[in-house]
């Protein structure tokens, strides 16, 4: 079993930034791909950016330029810095990881609790 905790969510101004963490537990699976997603409220959840083990990132054009993912392969941890928030990024943030069991070899899709990022004054 794969569990994942994130951290890093809380009230910030417009314009200003957080750090999101998500931590994979220790265990014996492949991770495919690893990224970010948000669900406003009354709204459904939308890609924030992916990036694989090899570092190659992807983001959704609403938030190239401002927001950064990254990983640190050895701690099985991904990361989002966003900078220059905008009240209507409020939403709650949610890590994932597609990752393929030994146990049955197939792709799962493991979420991360969700942490909430409020941008307001």
């Known amino acids: 079993q794969v569990h994942l905790v994130e951290s890093g969510g809380g009230l910030v101004q417009p314009g200003g930034s957080l750090k999101l963490s998500c931590a994979a537990s220790e265990g014996i699976f492949r991770i495919n791909l690893m990224g970010w997603y948000r669900q406003a409220p009354g709204k459904q959840r939308e890609l924030v950016a992916t990036i694989t083990m090899d570092g190659s990132a992807d983001y959704a054009h609403s938030v190239k330029g401002r927001f950064t993912i990254s990983r640190d392969k050895l701690q099985n941890t991904i990361y989002l810095q966003m900078n220059s928030l905008r009240p209507e990024e409020t939403a709650v943030y949610y890590c994932?990881?597609?990752?393929?069991?030994?146990?049955?070899?197939?792709?799962?899709?493991?979420w991360g609790q969700g942490t909430q990022v409020t941008v307001s004054s």
């Open positions: 994932n990881f597609k990752v393929t069991l030994p146990t049955d070899g197939r792709e799962h899709d493991v």
